[in-house]
């Protein structure tokens, strides 16, 4: 870390220590706190109010990203720069949904992705004069949060076209359970697998293309155009993908297209065009008024200066529940990492555990945890004003709950009683959305997309590799004959495991 960086990383530690010691109450700095603690983007608002931060701390952080280059950053990552350094690599999603960026290979990443798209539309006309009813999407990781997020999230707006499937784990649970609601006649499978290598979607794609018993309703995604076609699938019906996107953040490319099937052209396009709406934002905006540097900022700042070790996701929607799944791949793939580009050791904290659910069932479960528990947990809140439903007063109470919840953590109550008291100081951010629409949800999934890039460059570390995954990958594939009875694998404990396990399936 340079000697300007290390400089404010200092004083950022005085702050904090300052900062603990001030009750957040305290903090709201007079009426205008709250619009003075807002960034809004079209019907997206971004409200910081209730963190533990004040204008001296936050100058500083701003300082921060600026002297870590954090707006050069998201240039070279939107030009198609090698982000990527482990496997020399762009990331271009933003390609994919953003034309604005002025970097060659972003300008050719963009036509690749538009060709895509016109074939995507070519085979959605095809399978829209066909008889076919439902879609199976067979993926895992980023070949399937992203768009059974999407798909599920905005049931409201599907075009009614196509029922929309999803197949991830390896579990053949799921195939067992969903084939027999479908008739193989009426069903298309796209089998989304970037590397094409994947164990669970080989292993479900199998399954899914011997129950459909035709090819031509069998399609893949890849950028492994190769390999698929080796399997026997029919060129025209391979769509590709690219090593520039990586998987967490390829939703926006054909590795969507069961999205766009369930939600018809116009929509899908509302999707990306708010994506590109935060692209926009993200690459133009000052540092003060750029809302994932702000997110990005807040989050290193309750991480590596707070001390919190880690943060909730909290939609207060229905719609919204597959969001801290999706965000979990996100930024834990992303950011769970420990040694900067350059292999040496980071010095201080990096990802903190992200998880959540949905409001108000959460408040049943573990939001006694944080409230009463002894970790502190920021939390995002993620409201929507203007639901998709007629039930005003059902809507009103979930609104009103999750004001109550920010304020309850925020501010805390003093008891006589010690199990009645809450210390509050808990810190916690709302972004609201007037409404959940494509556009709306573009905008919210990209925003999360460009804070894990700003938090990747203020910690040095790459967020476009996971080699983290790879060993269990290899120690699975290892462990598979053992389990079948041919050979011994893993360490003695694992052999004593498969062993059990081996044992009881041999009884039943
Ligand atoms: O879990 C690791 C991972 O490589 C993810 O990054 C990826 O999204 C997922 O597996 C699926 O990979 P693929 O699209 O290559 O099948």
Redesign the pocket.
């Known amino acids: 870390m340079s000697a300007a960086l290390l400089n404010h990383w200092d004083a950022l530690k005085a702050q904090a220590d300052r900062l603990l010691a001030t009750p957040l109450a305290g903090l709201a700095s007079g009426v205008d706190h709250v619009s003075r603690c807002m960034l809004t983007l079209d019907n997206l608002h971004f409200v910081f109010a209730r963190q533990r931060i004040d204008q001296s701390a936050l100058e500083r952080l701003l300082a921060l990203a600026g002297d870590a280059g954090v707006q050069e950053r998201l240039q070279a990552l939107m030009d198609g720069e090698t982000v990527n350094t482990t496997e020399s690599r762009a990331a271009l999603h933003s390609a994919l949904r953003f034309g604005g960026a002025t970097g060659a290979s972003a300008k050719e990443a963009r036509a690749a992705a538009l060709e895509v798209r016109v074939r995507m539309e070519l085979l959605t006309e095809q399978l829209a004069a066909s008889a076919v009813t439902d879609i199976v999407s067979v993926?895992?990781?980023?070949?399937d949060l992203g768009p059974r997020l999407v798909v599920d999230a905005l049931r409201e707006h599907h075009e009614g076209r196509f029922r929309v499937h999803f197949i991830g784990n390896v579990d053949g649970s799921g195939a067992h359970r969903l084939l027999p609601t479908l008739d193989p006649k009426r069903t298309a499978v796209i089998l989304?697998?970037?590397?094409?290598?994947?164990q669970e979607?080989h292993l479900n794609g199998q399954i899914l293309r011997q129950w459909l018993g035709d090819d031509s309703r069998f399609f893949a995604v890849t950028s492994k155009p190769q390999a698929a076609a080796e399997i026997g699938v029919a060129p025209e019906r391979i769509l590709p993908m690219w090593d520039w996107v990586?998987?967490?953040y390829?939703l926006w490319s054909a590795v969507g297209w069961s999205a766009r099937l369930a939600l018809g052209a116009d929509r899908w396009d509302a999707l990306l065009e708010g994506a590109a709406a935060l692209d926009a934002h993200a690459l133009n905006a000052p540092l003060a008024k750029n809302l994932p540097v702000l997110h990005g900022l807040l989050a290193i700042w309750n991480r590596n200066f707070l001390g919190y070790a880690s943060h909730a996701i909290l939609p207060y929607d229905e719609r919204l529940g597959l969001l801290p799944d999706h965000l979990q791949?996100v930024v834990m793939?992303s950011l769970g990492k420990s040694v900067r580009h350059d292999g040496t050791p980071v010095t201080y904290e990096t990802v903190p555990v992200l998880w959540g659910g949905t409001g108000t069932s959460s408040q049943h479960s573990f939001f006694q945890a944080l409230h009463q528990g002894t970790e502190v947990v920021p939390a995002d809140f993620i409201g929507v004003v203007r639901p998709d439903h007629p039930h005003r007063e059902n809507h009103q109470a979930l609104l009103a709950n999750l004001l109550a919840q920010m304020e309850a953590l925020a501010s805390g109550s003093q008891s006589d009683n010690a199990h009645r008291c809450y210390a509050g100081g808990r810190p916690s951010s709302l972004i609201l959305l007037d409404s959940l629409d494509p556009y709306s949800l573009g905008m919210l999934l990209a925003l999360y997309e460009h804070s894990v890039f700003v938090q990747s460059v203020l910690w040095g570390i790459n967020a476009f590799d996971?080699w983290g995954?790879e060993l269990g990958k290899r120690l699975a594939n290892e462990l598979l004959p053992a389990l079948r009875g041919e050979g011994e694998a893993g360490d003695a404990i694992s052999r004593e495991l498969v062993k059990l396990v081996r044992g009881v399936a041999l009884r039943s």
């Not at 989304?192 to 994947?198: A, N």
């Open positions: 993926g895992i990781g980023g070949s989304v697998s970037k590397s094409f290598s994947t979607t990586g998987g967490r390829s791949q793939e996971q995954v």
